[in-house]
């Protein structure tokens, strides 16, 4: 989701959806293994696959993981409505 232009704290949003504990940790791992092979360096990363939503801030990119649960419940896309969906896979 580009918020440039809409949010001052980011340029990007990158939400995801895991079924599982263990899809999120996968999500996030294989992210972070790209993201530092890429030369984005390290993330601050917030929450735990078990809490249902995993942020990993890179600063110009903010990466949400979710559960299906956590995700329909923030609904993120509505609340950054203004934002411009760039690519939407399902």
């Known amino acids: 989701m580009d918020l440039r232009g809409v949010c001052d704290f980011t340029d990007f949003f990158v939400l995801a959806t895991g079924t599982s504990d263990r899809m999120l940790t996968s999500l996030a791992e294989s992210t972070e293994e ?29 990466v949400h993981l979710f559960s299906p649960e956590k995700r329909a419940y923030y609904q993120l896309e509505d609340l950054w409505k203004d934002g411009k969906i760039l690519l939407r896979l399902k």
């Not at 993201?35 to 360096?41: H, I, L, Q, R, T």
């Open 34 to 62: 790209k993201s530092k092979a890429d030369g984005a360096g390290n993330p601050f990363i917030e929450g735990l696959p078990l809490s249902g939503w995993m942020v990993m801030d890179y600063a110009s990119v903010v």
